[in-house]
Nanobody, 123 residues
Framework: VQLQAFGGGLVQAGDSLRLSCAAS????????MGWFRQAPGKERESVAA????????SYADSVKGRFTIARDDAKNTVYLEMNSLKPDDTAVYYC?????????????????WGQGTKVTVSS
């Protein structure tokens, strides 16, 4: 079972990026999926989560209105559309698959993790 995150890069403040996370080895259509990030010197934090079937979403206050999480279960892929990026969004972004179906932000409820993709936002 593997989660492969990609789409990160170096952008300027105000730019947009779309991260993708492709799952292989099994389907996660019955699981919630999430994006987390970890900035240098900081703890990992939840960014966004989406329930199975896309029935609900949850966002960190810092990204509400700028980031959108979506899933395409036919492609076994989850996305994170990031707009109006800020330097504070600089971090390694990880996708994860949860043990539960609801859009949880609790990392302990995620049991599969991708390798991370780095996002750097310059001012």
């Amino acid at each position: 079972v593997q989660l492969q995150a990609f789409g990160g890069g170096l952008v300027q403040a105000g730019d947009s990026l779309r991260l993708s996370c492709a799952a292989s080895g099994r389907t996660f259509s019955s699981s919630a999926m999430g994006w987390f990030r970890q900035a240098p010197g900081k703890e990992r934090e939840s960014v966004a989560a989406i329930a199975w079937g896309g029935g609900g979403t949850s966002y960190a206050d810092s990204v509400k209105g700028r980031f959108t999480i979506a899933r395409d279960d036919a492609k076994n892929t989850v996305y994170l559309e990031m707009n109006s990026l800020k330097p504070d969004d600089t971090a390694v972004y990880y996708c994860a698959a949860a043990k539960v179906r609801w859009a949880t932000t609790q990392a302990r409820l995620y049991d599969y993790w991708g390798q991370g993709t780095k996002v750097t936002v310059s001012s």
